[in-house]
Nanobody, 123 residues
Framework: VQLVESGGGSVQTGGSLRLSCAASGLMFSSYTMAWFRQAPGKQREAVAVISGDGRTWYVDSVKGRFAISRDNAKNIMYLQMYNLKSEDAAGYYC??????????????????WGQGTQVTVSL
C-alpha cells in the first residue's frame, strides 16, 4: 500500500490550498480515509475524515473552511482548504483505515500513512 500526498506549500493568511492523496495497492473504496496534521511540539490530530460511503467529519476548528472529498474511480482523496489561518500550519498526513464505513478520528484507527506534505501559512 502506498499513499502519496501532494499540494502543500506556503500561502498567506486567508489563502487556499488543495491537498491530494493518491492511493495504490488497496481497495480504495473500502477504506475510510482521513487527513491528519501535526505541528511542531503538538500531537497529531484528525482534521477531516471521509468514509467509504462518503460520510464526512471535521474537527471544529476547520468546519466551514475545509472540504474533504474522494474520487473512488481514481483512488484519490482531496482536502480543499480555504481561508487558511496561521494555526493551520502543520505537516498534513493522509491515512487509510480498513474500517471503511466507520468514521474514525484517532490515529491508532488507521493502518496506512503517507509521508506528509507541509503547509505553511504566513501573515
Amino acid at each position: 500500500v502506498q499513499l502519496v500526498e501532494s499540494g502543500g506549500g506556503s500561502v498567506q493568511t486567508g489563502g487556499s490550498l488543495r491537498l491530494s492523496c493518491a492511493a495504490s495497492g488497496l481497495m480504495f473504496s473500502s477504506y475510510t480515509m482521513a487527513w491528519f496534521r501535526q505541528a511542531p511540539g503538538k500531537q497529531r490530530e484528525a482534521v477531516a475524515v471521509i468514509s467509504g460511503d462518503g460520510r464526512t467529519w471535521y474537527v471544529d476548528s476547520v468546519k466551514g473552511r475545509f472540504a474533504i472529498s474522494r474520487d473512488n474511480a481514481k483512488n484519490i482523496m482531496y482536502l480543499q482548504m480555504y481561508n487558511l489561518k496561521s494555526e493551520d500550519a502543520a505537516g498534513y498526513y493522509c491515512a487509510a483505515g480498513r474500517r471503511g464505513m466507520a468514521i474514525v478520528i484517532t490515529a491508532i484507527g488507521y493502518d496506512y500513512w503517507g509521508q506528509g506534505t507541509q503547509v505553511t501559512v504566513s501573515l
